[in-house]
Nanobody, 121 residues
Framework: QVQLRESGGGLVQAGDSLTLSCHTS????????LGWFRQFPGKEREYVAA????????YYADSSKGRFTISIDNFNNAVYLQMDNLQPEDTAVYYC??????????????WGQGTQVTVSS
């Protein structure tokens, strides 16, 4: 079973940066595409970014282009999300996800428990 563990969330001020980490386990890491979602209370989880396994090619939702950077460490089975110039509108629970990539986005099958990112103004 694929297991995902996020870390790195916290309380920051507008304009700050954070890097979220996701460590995976379960032995089938390379079978799936990896990426990040975020979720506001009462709303559906929103796709943020995904990364290709073989070449580490990044893909981004339109809302995350320019400020967010996704990367992967294949040997350590970890994926990261660097978030720059954070704004209060970025406040959400961020989830690491593993699944399939189609229709220009990641479709999550396995999820971490989430890490809270709160941006104050």
């Amino acid at each position: 079973q694929v297991q995902l563990r996020e870390s790195g969330g916290g309380l920051v001020q507008a304009g700050d940066s954070l890097t979220l980490s996701c460590h995976t386990s379960g032995g089938t890491y390379s079978t799936f595409a990896l990426g990040w979602f975020r979720q506001f209370p009462g709303k559906e989880r929103e796709y943020v970014a995904a990364i290709g396994w073989q070449f580490g090619s990044p893909y981004y939702a339109d809302s995350s282009k320019g400020r967010f950077t996704i990367s992967i460490d294949n040997f350590n089975n970890a994926v990261y999300l660097q978030m720059d110039n954070l704004q209060p509108e970025d406040t959400a629970v961020y989830y690491c996800a593993a699944g399939s990539f189609s229709q220009e986005r990641l479709w999550g099958r396995y999820w971490g428990q989430g890490t809270q990112v709160t941006v104050s103004s």
